[in-house]
């Protein structure tokens, strides 16, 4: 499967952007999907995850709340609503996909090319 990041870009602290990611090559419905992120200087971190039929979701601490993961499977796209951005949120966000579940970063097998994210204060 490949993976296709978008809906990046600047927004001021307490905006709203989403997220999209489309899958190609194989259906969707075939992967566990998470979004992650990267900050400047700071390791990859898992922020959100959803089952493959999109009735369980997991969050990180940090974003329970104000983000929302989402899928369509019908269109083979996995969304990302973040609300009540912070600048910490600032960050290179990657969606990522395994077969098999779980939303720590070793366990995803593919991943998308990554968008950027910059919240200014």
């Known amino acids: 499967v490949q993976l296709q990041a978008s809906g990046g870009g600047l927004v001021q602290a307490g905006g709203s952007l989403r997220l999209s990611c489309v899958a190609s090559g194989r259906t969707l419905d075939n992967y566990f999907m998470g979004w992650l992120r990267q900050a400047p200087g700071k390791e990859r971190e898992s922020v959100a995850a959803i089952s493959w039929g999109g009735g369980a979701t997991y969050y990180a601490d940090p974003v329970k709340g104000r983000f929302t993961i989402s899928r369509d499977n019908a269109k083979n796209t996995v969304y990302l609503q973040m609300n009540s951005l912070k600048p910490e949120d600032t960050a290179v966000y990657y969606c990522?996909?395994?077969?098999?579940?779980?939303?720590?970063?070793?366990?995803?097998?593919?991943w998308g090319q990554g968008t950027l994210v910059t919240v200014s204060s």
């Open positions: 990522a996909a395994n077969e098999f579940g779980g939303s720590g970063e070793l366990e995803y097998d593919y």
